[in-house]
C-alpha cells in the first residue's frame, strides 16, 4: 500500500529502505554485541542527507518534511533500532532546538555540520528525580557575569559522547516566577553546553537492556561555565519549547515504533514459510497464519496514526494529539510484535544474532522514552475534555 504516500516520498522510502538492508542490517548484529555505534553508518547517513530531511534548503536541509523525516526513521528502525533511534534523536533533539530557537549566530555555528551528519547534538533533559515530572528539573544555571554557571546532572542522553559530539543543550533552573496568591514556579532556560566545557563531564556508558549500538550517558555538570550567548530561546521559555519539541519527537519514535513492527513482521513471516514442524511449513498453521496477520494488523494502525499526525503537524495544524495517539498506538504493537516474532521463532528467537530477539529488547524503550505511555493517556484523556 501506498498510504497516499507522494513519488518523492515513495522514493525516499525505498532509498532508506535499500540503505537499511545493505549497509545498516549487516552490521547490527556486531554492533549491538559490542556495543558499538559505527560512524561510518552515521556518516554515510549524512552523506544521504537524513540529518537535513526536516530543515529548510537555506539553512542547509534537504528542504523536506516531518513525513520524510519518518519515513526515513521507519525504514531504519526495521533492520536497527539503534540507528534509527541516532538518526531520530540527531535531528529532533539535537539540531531541531537549535533551527527552531537559536540566534542566527548559533544557527549559522551549529547547524551546517549537524545537518551534514558531521555532528551530534545531545538533549539534557531528564534527571534522577525529574523523569515524565519535567517541571522537577533541579539542574541550576545562575549568571555571572557574561557567564552562565551550571551546577546538576541529567540521565539517559542519547548522542551525548559520541567522537563528533559536539555540544548538549540542557535544561537548568535560572529563576523563579512568582506568582500573586500561587505557589512560586520554577523558571526554566535551555542552554547550549559545549562538550570540553570544564566542569562538564560525560560518564561512562550505559549498560542498558536494548539500544546497545546506540551512545547512552549521564552527565554531570560542577560550576561549568559557558558564555550568557549560549542562551537557546528566551530565558525561562525552555519548558515550553521543550514541551514543542517533544511533540515532534513523538512522531519520529512512532515511526521507529512502526519501522520495528514492520521488521518483526517481516522476520516472522519468512521463518514461518521456512519452518517445518510436524511434516509441514509453519506458516501453514492456522495460530502462526492468526498470530501474523494480527501483527499485520498492528503495523497497518500504527503507520495510519503516525502519518495522520506527521500530515497535521507539516500543515500546521495541532497535532499534540494526534502524536500521542501514534506514539502510544506504534509503541504498543513494536512490544507486542516482538513478543509474537520471538514467540514464532521458538528457541531461535531467544538468540540475539535474529533480529526479532534484538527488537523483543528493544522495543520495551519505545513504551517509555520521548513520555511514557501513562504520559500519551494522559495527554488523550485532556483532549477528551477530562482534567
Known amino acids: 500500500m501506498t498510504y497516499d504516500l507522494t513519488e518523492e516520498e515513495l522514493e525516499l522510502s525505498a532509498m532508506v529502505r535499500e540503505f537499511a538492508d545493505t549497509v545498516v542490517a549487516p552490521q547490527?548484529?556486531?554492533?549491538?554485541?559490542?556495543?558499538?555505534?559505527?560512524?561510518?553508518?552515521?556518516?554515510?547517513?549524512?552523506?544521504?542527507?537524513?540529518?537535513?530531511?526536516?530543515?529548510?534548503?537555506?539553512?542547509?536541509?534537504?528542504?523536506?518534511?516531518?513525513?520524510?523525516?519518518?519515513?526515513?526513521?521507519?525504514?531504519?528502525?526495521?533492520v536497527d533500532q539503534s540507528i534509527a533511534i541516532t538518526l531520530e534523536a540527531g535531528v529532533s533533539l539535537g539540531a531541531m532546538p537549535v533551527f527552531r530557537f537559536g540566534t542566527d549566530a548559533q544557527r549559522a555555528e551549529y547547524?551546517?555540520?549537524?545537518?551534514?551528519?558531521?555532528a551530534l547534538a545531545g538533549f539534557g533533559l531528564t534527571e534522577p528525580e525529574a523523569g515524565s515530572d519535567a517541571g522537577a528539573t533541579r539542574t541550576t544555571a545562575r549568571r555571572d557575569g557574561d557567564e552562565w554557571v551550571i551546577d546538576g546532572s541529567k540521565q539517559f542522553i542519547t548522542n551525548s559522547g559520541t567522537p563528533i559530539t559536539r555540544f548538549v543543550t540542557v535544561t537548568a533552573v535560572t529563576g523563579t516566577t512568582q506568582t500573586p496568591g500561587a505557589q512560586a514556579r520554577k523558571q526554566i532556560s535551555t542552554i547550549i553546553v559545549p562538550n570540553g566545557t570544564p566542569g562538564f563531564t560525560v560518564e561512562a556508558p550505559y549498560d542498558k537492556v536494548g539500544w546497545h549500538a546506540s551512545d547512552t550517558h549521564p552527565l554531570?555538570?560542577?560550576?561549568?561555565?559557558?558564555?550568557?550567548?549560549?542562551?537557546?530561546?528566551?530565558?525561562?521559555?525552555?519548558?515550553?519549547?521543550?514541551?514543542?519539541?517533544?511533540?515532534?519527537?513523538?512522531?519520529?519514535?512512532?515511526?521507529?515504533?512502526?519501522?520495528?513492527?514492520?521488521?518483526?513482521?517481516?522476520?516472522?513471516?519468512?521463518?514461518?514459510?521456512?519452518?517445518t514442524v510436524f511434516g509441514s511449513a509453519l506458516s501453514t498453521r492456522q495460530n502462526a497464519q492468526f498470530t501474523l496477520a494480527r501483527m499485520r494488523t498492528r503495523v497497518h494502525t500504527a503507520r495510519l496514526a503516525w502519518h495522520h499526525a506527521a500530515r497535521l503537524r507539516d500543515a500546521g495544524k495541532s497535532f499534540a494529539e494526534a502524536a500521542a495517539i501514534a506514539k502510544l498506538v506504534a509503541g504498543d504493537a513494536a512490544m507486542d510484535n516482538a513478543r509474537d516474532a520471538t514467540q514464532i521463532f521458538g528457541g531461535n528467537g531467544f538468540m540475539n544474532e535474529f533480529s526479532v530477539a534484538r527488537h523483543y529488547r528493544d522495543s520495551k524503550i519505545l513504551e517509555i522514552g520521548e513520555g511514557t505511555t501513562e504520559v500519551q493517556l494522559l495527554v488523550i484523556a485532556r483532549g477528551l475534555g477530562l482534567t
Do not use: W
Not at 554485541?33 to 537535513?52: A, I, W, Y
Not at 511533540?247 to 514459510?273: F, H, M, N, P, W
Open 28 to 78: 547490527a548484529y556486531e554492533a549491538d554485541r559490542t556495543h558499538t555505534l559505527s560512524m561510518d553508518v552515521v556518516s554515510q547517513m549524512g552523506e544521504l542527507g537524513l540529518f537535513g530531511l526536516p530543515f529548510p534548503e537555506e539553512v542547509g536541509g534537504q528542504g523536506g518534511d516531518y513525513m520524510a523525516l519518518g519515513l526515513a526513521i521507519e525504514a531504519l528502525g526495521r
Open 111 to 118: 547547524l551546517p555540520d549537524l545537518l551534514a551528519g558531521r
Open 220 to 275: 554531570s555538570f560542577d560550576g561549568a561555565r559557558v558564555p550568557a550567548e549560549n542562551l537557546l530561546g528566551e530565558e525561562g521559555r525552555g519548558f515550553a519549547n521543550f514541551l514543542n519539541i517533544l511533540d515532534e519527537g513523538r512522531i519520529a519514535i512512532a515511526a521507529l515504533s512502526t519501522g520495528a513492527a514492520e521488521g518483526c513482521l517481516e522476520a516472522a513471516v519468512d521463518y514461518a514459510k521456512s519452518r
